[in-house]
């Protein structure tokens, strides 16, 4: 994939997941949480031996909006355990 790819799914991914787990970190931190939840839900699809249902960019989409909801439930926990130290 070229970066322009790789921006739109972080953008569409980071955005979505935003907005399932309640509240994201601004356009520029979206597509951040995106790409690497691509990366994360990569990760975790290949552990987990499962494939994606969907093919091409809806696929890759949907792999790094579920890595990305999971990074964000990573970060939330880890920010809400620095809080209450």
């Known amino acids: 994939m070229d970066l322009l790819t790789w ?6 991914a980071g ?10 970190f601004g356009i520029i931190g979206d597509i951040i ?6 990366f994360l839900g ?3 699809f290949r552990t987990l031996g499962v494939h994606s ?16 909801v999971v990074l964000l439930f990573i970060i939330r926990l880890i ?3 620095t809080r209450s130290a």
């Open 7 to 12: 921006l739109i799914v972080g953008l569409v």
């Open 15 to 24: 955005v979505l997941a935003s907005f399932v787990m309640g509240g994201g």
């Open 33 to 38: 949480i995106g790409i690497i939840g691509a």
């Open 42 to 44: 990569g990760w975790i």
């Open 53 to 68: 249902p969907l093919s091409g960019l809806a696929g890759t989409i949907l792999v790094a909006f579920i890595g990305a």
């Open 79 to 81: 920010r809400r355990g």
